[in-house]
């Protein structure tokens, strides 16, 4: 079955600095890869995802980068801010969002020190 | 729009007692997910529901754990009887292309 794999487990950044936290999987058929940024004692929330379709998506300050061949993606987030701070996980699905499980990798510790 | 919803948000519970979760999905969505979170970890998948079809149980402790979602809407998960490690969080979510979680149940076992 599907296996993600994310680094690094902890990251810690200036504020204003760039981060990026990067996730591999294993099946060739994932075509689905969604961010989930959870607070502490919250919810996972989505904060941004792509198909296999594009090779790169942004929304303001995030984006993410999916290289198909290499079986990898990437999040990055700029001009970081302390409440960018969060546990974030990144996830694969095959068959789109609805109709595949995500399978999600160990999650990400983000903090940005003022 | 009201956002997944769940309850309990907190049970703590002795072990060998029984204990059930319930979720409401966003209105709309037909799929429905149940996800155990453990601390430090991802979420896991429980049971996928696609209306009132459980479409994949293949990670479900069966010995323990039941699911239903009756008319294809709410769903309830429990536990009976409950083990130290079932100890987490309990996350619903349901989609209608991306998931959305609900808050969670932090279930505590002692």
């Known amino acids: 079955g599907e296996n993600v794999e994310q680094h690094p487990s902890t990251l810690s950044v200036q504020e204003g600095d760039s981060a990026v936290i990067k996730c591999t999987y294993s099946?060739?058929?994932?075509?689905?890869f969604p961010w989930y940024k959870q607070e502490l004692g919250k919810r996972p929330q989505l904060i941004i995802d792509?198909?296999?379709?594009?090779g790169e998506k942004k929304d303001q300050r995030i984006a993410v980068t999916l290289n198909k061949t290499a079986k990898h993606f990437s999040l990055h987030i700029t001009e970081t801010q302390p409440e960018d701070s969060a546990v974030y996980f990144c996830?694969?699905?095959?068959?789109?969002?609805?109709?595949?499980?995500?399978?999600f990798g160990k999650g990400t510790k983000l903090s940005v020190k003022p | 729009e009201a956002g997944v919803v769940q309850s309990p948000r907190y049970k703590i519970i002795e072990k060998k007692q029984p204990v059930a979760f319930w979720c409401n999905p966003i209105?709309?969505?037909?799929?429905l997910y149940w996800y155990r979170q453990n601390l430090g970890q991802g979420p896991e998948l429980l049971i996928r529901?696609?209306?009132?079809?459980?479409?994949?149980d293949s990670q479900l402790p069966k010995d323990r754990f039941s699911a239903e979602r009756l008319k294809g809407v709410d769903s309830t998960l429990k536990i009976q009887p409950a083990e130290l490690g079932d100890s987490a969080v309990y996350l619903c979510?349901?989609?209608?292309?991306?998931?959305?979680f609900g808050p969670g149940t932090r279930l505590t076992v002692t």
């Open positions: 979510a349901s989609s209608s292309g991306e998931q959305y």
């Open positions: 099946d060739s058929a994932s075509n689905y």
């Open positions: 792509i198909r296999s379709n594009v």
């Open positions: 996830a694969a699905s095959k068959y789109g969002g609805s109709q595949g499980n995500l399978i």
């Open positions: 209105s709309g969505h037909n799929t």
């Open positions: 529901y696609e209306n009132e079809e459980a479409v994949d």
